[in-house]
């Protein structure tokens, strides 16, 4: 049977569609749902599946964050702290991406390039940053001293484009250079973060069909089943390495 995620706190980013929205239906379906899964997105007011789901799920609170503006991310972490009352958060998901398709360098622009690194590598510094204190508290009121998703942990979002090692078909400049600097991003966390025992784990969702690959073969069903499967078994000997939806580590 698989392994169940036992945070009780969430937040997740980039929850409009795709990966992020199916991340939220499968933690309201857990056998022990979290009190409260915080679930963001850059443009509420048109997220109307995701605020279906808050409807019918008073555990979730839809929210603000684009994660390339502090306001939102500042504005969301006020909302958050006030209905946590002093409590913590288990669990931070950076999610929301962008690509950009550059089959050649000659499409690779300074635009392409720094746009893509806005979200995917500046954009999960900020929202990590914003929202460390609260893990923070969750690691030290948790009451058992272990490195879990229960506890305190970071879930980076990266991809299999983010590996050197792997990448026998070019293309994709700017993503895949975003991607591997967000890998780095979790590294030094990783590090930094060990003495608050902060779980930091960088995850590949596999080849998924969402408008960011709209060919591709697997549902986020499937993906997300196999995400939420490998956080929950993540221990301190899983700690920054990249492991995709299987549990199979991959190389940097
Ligand atoms: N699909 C794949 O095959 C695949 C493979 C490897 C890794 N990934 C990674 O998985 C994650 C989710 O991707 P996906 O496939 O679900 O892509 P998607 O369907 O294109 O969804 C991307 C999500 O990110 C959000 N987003 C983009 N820019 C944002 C910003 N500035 N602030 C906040 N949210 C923002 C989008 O919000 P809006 O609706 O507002 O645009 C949307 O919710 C990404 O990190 C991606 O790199 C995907």
């Known amino acids: 049977m698989a392994a169940s995620l036992k945070a009780k706190t969430v937040l997740i980013t980039g929850c409009s569609r795709g990966i992020g929205l ?15 899964i915080f679930a963001s997105c850059r443009s509420p007011d048109t997220a109307y599946e995701l605020q279906q789901i808050s409807r019918d799920n008073p555990s979730v609170t839809v929210l603000k ?7 939102t991310i500042d504005s969301a972490a006020l909302q958050v702290e006030q209905i946590l009352a002093g409590s913590g958060l288990n669990l931070l998901i950076n999610n929301a991406g962008f690509l950009l398709r550059e089959a050649k360098i000659d499409d690779v622009t300074e635009e392409t390039m720094l ?5 995917n590598t500046v954009g999960p510094v900020l ?14 009121t948790y009451g058992k ?24 078909i070019a293309g994709h400049y700017s993503y895949r250079c975003s991607k591997i600097a967000l890998n780095m991003i979790s590294k030094n966390l990783s590090i930094e973060l060990e003495a608050d025992k902060i779980l930091v784990v960088t995850l590949n969702p596999g080849s998924v069909r969402t408008d ?11 993906s997300v089943k196999g995400l939420m499967n490998v956080m929950a ?3 301190k000997e899983h700690n920054v390495l990249l492991y995709d939806y299987t549990g199979a580590l991959l190389p940097w």
């Open 22 to 36: 199916e991340f939220v239906k499968q933690f309201v379906r857990l056998p022990s749902p979290p009190a409260h």
């Open 145 to 168: 001293d272990e490195y879990s998703t229960s506890r305190a942990a970071i879930i980076n979002i990266s991809s299999h484009w983010s590996s050197i090692d792997i990448n026998d």
């Open 233 to 235: 078994t993540r221990t």
């Open 65 to 71: 964050i684009d994660v390339v503006d502090k306001l």
């Open 212 to 222: 960011m690959g709209p060919d591709n073969t697997m549902s986020t069903e499937d």
């Open 127 to 140: 929202v990590t940053k914003r929202f460390l204190p609260l893990l923070r508290k969750a690691a030290q």
């Open 115 to 119: 746009s893509t690194y806005k979200v």
